[in-house]
């Protein structure tokens, strides 16, 4: 299993909207609803941000929400600010569990 | 608040078993419904999923690790443990625990970095 397809990098400025997008295929991303995105500072664990595509733990800001198209998988993040400069991770079921290469936010 | 904790030698050396142990508190590792699993972080990579092990044994292992994982839990305890066979400088990681209600990881542990080297 390959891993998934994500932007090295995306940047906005506070107050902004960014979307990060995570491509896989029709045996992973586009086979089933459970596209997860975890958060992670620098140093620190990850943190759950978005569950079945577009649900979002309790705690989490509805500033983050998550969608699907096809085989692509998508977290945008509303009203930037400036912690949550982060690297961003997705992951899917695929008969076991495949992450993308992370995405780095830059909140300039 | 549930707590897991990653525990084990920081260095191992090449063709070596890394063996690491998570210690669960507040909570029973034998919730039904959760499974437990490892996941790893090479130094400045993403993240790797290793396997994962419900309370009542059954296993699942990453398809590329497989022929080297072992992943065990001790109920009595409240533990679960990974052992990685024939280590090379490319096992070198962060490696952390945590908890999984099928797909959605929603709990970690702080991490514990591996070194592999002579």
């Known amino acids: 299993q390959s891993a998934l397809t994500q932007p090295a990098s995306v940047s906005g400025s506070p107050g902004q909207s960014i979307t990060i997008s995570c491509t896989g295929t029709s045996s992973d991303v586009g086979s089933y609803n459970l596209v997860s995105w975890y958060q992670q500072h620098p140093g620190k664990a990850p943190k759950l941000m978005i569950y079945?595509?577009?649900k979002r733990p309790s705690g989490v800001s509805n500033r983050f929400s998550g969608s699907k198209s096809g085989n692509t998988a998508s977290l945008t993040i509303s009203g930037l600010q400036a912690e949550d400069e982060a690297d961003y991770y997705c992951c899917s079921y695929a008969g076991s569990l495949v992450f993308g290469g992370g995405t780095k936010l830059t909140v300039l | 608040q549930l707590q897991l904790q990653e525990s084990g030698p920081g260095l191992v050396k090449p063709s070596e078993t890394l063996s690491l142990t998570c210690t669960v508190s507040?909570?029973?590792?034998?919730?039904?419904?959760?499974?437990w699993g490892w996941i790893r972080q090479p130094p400045g990579k993403g993240l790797e999923w290793i396997g994962s092990i419900y309370y009542s044994g059954s296993t699942y292992y990453n398809p590329s690790l497989k022929s080297r994982v072992t992943i065990s839990v001790d109920t009595s305890k409240n533990q679960f443990s990974l052992k990685l066979s024939s280590v090379t400088a490319a096992d070198t990681a962060v490696y952390y625990c945590?908890?999984?209600?099928?797909?959605?990881?929603?709990?970690w542990g702080q991490g514990t970095l591996v070194t592999v080297s002579s």
């Open positions: 945590a908890r999984l209600f099928y797909d959605i990881i929603d709990y």
């Open positions: 507040g909570g029973s590792i034998s919730s039904s419904s959760y499974y």
């Open positions: 079945e595509v577009s």
